[in-house]
């Protein structure tokens, strides 16, 4: 198996600037979490989907970001606009709806806005 | 409400010799505990899991941790750590009914010879 597929794996845009990251998840895999990792507050859980529908996005920071599960082979998480805070790394990871708690991560999305 | 805490930002150990990652937490609840670790420039993988049963839990590349429910601890244990464990190590929380893990702020392993 390919395990989770993020693109990009870097990302170096101006403040202002829309962004988009896109996941893969792992074929079979029915549920879907987007994190955001940073040095000051560590490992952040965005937003969890379960078949395709947003079950929590509480820890979505703020309008600016969206995210989407249009099937269930494909996310995307957008900031619009970006901002130099929103710098970070950002992990999708999915799971088997049965063991929620197995979640496997894919390789993240370093994003750098200046 | 759950939380997790790392009582150690970082851990340094020289190869061969045993090493003990702390992780407590605090829920009112039964909760599910796990360890994560992350290679560098690596997304998460998941080294051990305590669901129920034995309190003590083994996972993979030789670690192990113990459950311990009095002094709501779940902390990591390897009797020999190689060069190739240092990594980013993770415990987390869940709540039995929940579904959102609750990550700690992470534990800097370095291993040197």
């Known amino acids: 198996d390919a395990g989770v597929i993020q693109s990009p794996r870097h990302e170096v845009t101006e403040m202002g600037q829309e962004v988009t990251l896109r996941c893969k998840p792992i074929?079979?895999?029915?549920?879907l979490f987007w994190y955001r990792q940073t040095m000051m507050r560590g490992l952040e859980l965005l937003i969890y989907?379960?078949?395709?529908?947003?079950?929590?996005d509480s820890g979505m920071p703020e309008d600016r970001f969206s995210a989407k599960m249009p099937n269930a082979s494909f996310s995307t998480l957008k900031i619009q606009p970006s901002e130099p805070r929103d710098s970070a790394v950002y992990f999708c990871?999915?799971?088997?709806?049965?063991?929620?708690?197995?979640?496997?991560f894919g390789p993240g999305t370093r994003l750098t806005v200046t | 409400a759950q939380s997790v805490t790392q009582l150690d930002s970082q851990v340094p150990v020289f190869e061969e010799a045993p090493v003990e990652l702390r992780c407590n937490y605090s829920?009112?609840?039964?909760?599910?505990l796990f360890w994560y670790v992350q290679y560098p420039n690596q997304g998460l993988q998941l080294l051990l899991k305590?669901?129920?049963?034995?309190?003590l839990v083994k996972g993979i590349n030789g670690f192990e941790a113990e459950f311990n429910k009095s002094q709501t601890s779940f902390h990591l244990r390897k009797p020999s750590v190689h060069i190739s464990d240092t990594a980013e190590y993770f415990c987390?929380?869940?709540?039995?009914?929940?579904?959102?893990?609750?990550f700690g702020k992470g534990t800097t392993l370095s291993v040197s010879s």
């Open positions: 990871a999915s799971s088997l709806t049965l063991d929620l708690y197995e979640q496997y």
């Open positions: 074929s079979g895999h029915n549920s």
């Open positions: 989907f379960n078949n395709n529908v947003p079950i929590d």
């Open positions: 829920s009112s609840v039964s909760v599910y």
């Open positions: 305590y669901l129920s049963g034995s309190t």
């Open positions: 987390a929380v869940v709540h039995q009914a929940g579904t959102a893990l609750i």
